[in-house]
């Protein structure tokens, strides 16, 4: 089961960013292709029989599988990424972190009015980031058909926030 190759492969590493913080560190996946193409197979039957236009992916380890998934589904990836990094017309986002703010964007002329987007991250955590993204995804007229992410940390209830975006709420692996 791709959950069990999950928790298997990823390095957990304690006190990291910070004292009392066990991170997990999606690098490990990278190093192993079978692993990696198992995950987006996964992520694809998870998605099976639903309409995707695109996957949105959230800066930066958002890109990693995000893009590959939209690859294979034969769809457009749009990154999301951090203020000041894409260089087109940008739609904006401020939203409120643990300790302080954070602000994303997305070119405005990615996303087409009606489209149904996948939001993917490799971690859900308090959902802040998944809902800027979502945030943005609505604001261009898309609809949030569902999130994707490798691995849920569910003990912080991320997954609350996000219902009102998308009740399809696809972890690998939950923690």
């Not at 994303?104 to 149904?116: A, L, P, Q, R």
Request: glycine residues 8%.
């Amino acid at each position: 089961m791709i959950s069990q190759k999950i928790h298997t492969a990823i390095r957990e590493v304690p006190d990291f960013p910070k004292p009392g913080i066990n991170f997990k560190d999606i690098t490990t996946l990278l190093l192993d292709p079978v692993i990696s193409n198992e995950i987006v197979d996964a992520f694809i039957e998870c998605l099976k029989g639903k309409k995707i236009d695109a996957i949105v992916g959230v800066e930066s380890r958002g890109f990693l599988f995000g893009f590959l998934l939209a690859n294979k589904m034969n769809i457009p990836f749009i990154p999301i990424r951090k203020v000041g990094k894409l260089p087109g017309e940008t739609l904006k986002y401020k939203y409120d972190l643990e300790y302080g703010s954070a602000e994303v964007e997305i070119h405005k002329s990615d996303i087409k009015k009606g489209w149904n987007i996948v939001v993917h991250d490799d971690l859900l955590a308090t959902g802040g980031t998944a809902c800027a993204a979502s945030e943005l995804i609505q604001k261009l007229g898309a609809n949030v058909a569902a999130f994707a992410f490798l691995i849920s940390l569910d003990y912080l209830n991320g997954n609350e926030k996000l219902e009102k975006y998308s009740k399809e709420i696809i972890s690998l692996k939950k923690y």
